[in-house]
């Protein structure tokens, strides 16, 4: 379906932030445009779920988790940043492979499958989208998806 997404992606956080402790800060830099992107409601919400899930399982206490979402060309481009536990610079690719799981012992007291990053990227690449991460070790995250905009036209043209 034909999605703007700025309004869909403040919904979601929405509802993370009503269900979140207080102990995570939620701060918020959407473009202002509008931005309509063809896609799955309900995968991308799967994907945002996944990401922001991540974020909040790996923030301390008093962490602020950084929502952007920008047009770039004929992208859309979406960043959730953490300042969590991080991960070593070798890893970061490896945790979109299914059941990667960082750290064995942490990842087992924080439960989960090692799956929602894989099937994240595999939900972006079918919307044509890329997905990646960026993190320092003791400093935080940041998982960046890009999806394609559809073109500013009018109803009628084609
Ligand atoms: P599931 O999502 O299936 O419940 P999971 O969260 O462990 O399990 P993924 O979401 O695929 O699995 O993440 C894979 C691994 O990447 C995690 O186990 C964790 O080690 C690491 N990871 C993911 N997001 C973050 C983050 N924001 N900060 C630190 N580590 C992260
Ligand atoms: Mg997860």
Known sequence: DRVEFVSFFDHVIDRFEMNKNEKVEFVRNLSNKNMYVWMDKDKITQVLDNIISNAIKYSPEGGSIRFSAH?????????????????????????????????????????????????????IEAH?????????EGKGTTVHFTLPLMSQKRRGQS
């Not at 044509?128 to 320092?136: N, P, V």
């Open 71 to 123: 047009s770039t060309k004929k992208q859309l481009r979406v960043s959730i940043t953490d300042e969590g536990i991080g991960m070593p610079p070798d890893t970061v690719d490896k945790i979109f492979d299914r059941f990667y799981r960082v750290d064995k012992s942490r990842a087992r007291e924080m439960g989960g499958t090692g799956l929602g990053l894989a099937i994240a990227r595999e939900m």
């Open 128 to 136: 044509h989208g890329k997905i990646w991460a960026e993190s320092r």
